[in-house]
């Protein structure tokens, strides 16, 4: 996910427009307004039609039963999404806590940003040294 589907999913509402085909109905635990509240977008297809990631951390599920808590789920699988850790929708954020979470996901995009550089230059030294070998 680029940083520019980043920041857009920060917004619940957005995160929400992605559940239009989810599998279960709002009379239920796992209902698509719980799924964006928890930090989920989904991503599902034909094969896997409850397939969905964190904005955030970019954990992947599936598998989720119409009783399952949303937030309770994203926190088992991904204990270290400060999203997930916060357990707390948009909607009752602090300005502390909103804060807090935006500057989370600059450094997230600084780190995302520095790694994908750092594999570039990986690749450029690797293919240096196999020219230099072949000499």
């Given at each position: 996910?680029?940083?520019?589907?980043?920041?857009?999913?920060?917004?619940?509402?957005?995160?929400?427009?992605?559940?239009?085909?989810?599998?279960?109905?709002?009379e239920h635990s796992c209902n698509a307004a719980k799924m964006a509240e928890a930090g989920f977008i989904h991503i599902g297809s034909s094969k896997e039609p409850d397939l969905v990631k964190c904005f955030f951390c970019n954990k992947q599920l599936d598998g989720w039963e119409q009783d399952d808590n949303p937030w309770e789920e994203h926190v088992s699988h991904s204990s270290k999404c400060k999203f997930a850790m916060m357990r707390t929708p948009e909607g009752e954020m602090t300005l502390n806590q909103y804060l807090d979470l935006a500057d989370s996901f600059?450094?997230?995009?600084?780190?995302?940003?520095?790694?994908?550089?750092?594999?570039?230059?990986?690749?450029?030294?690797?293919?240096?040294?196999?020219?230099?070998?072949?000499?």
């Open positions: 996910m680029g940083k520019e589907e980043m920041v857009l999913f920060l917004s619940e509402k957005n995160r929400l427009q992605t559940f239009k085909k989810w599998i279960f109905s709002e600059g450094e997230k995009i600084i780190t995302d940003i520095f790694d994908k550089k750092l594999e570039t230059l990986d690749e450029i030294f690797k293919l240096a040294e196999s020219k230099n070998s072949k000499h």
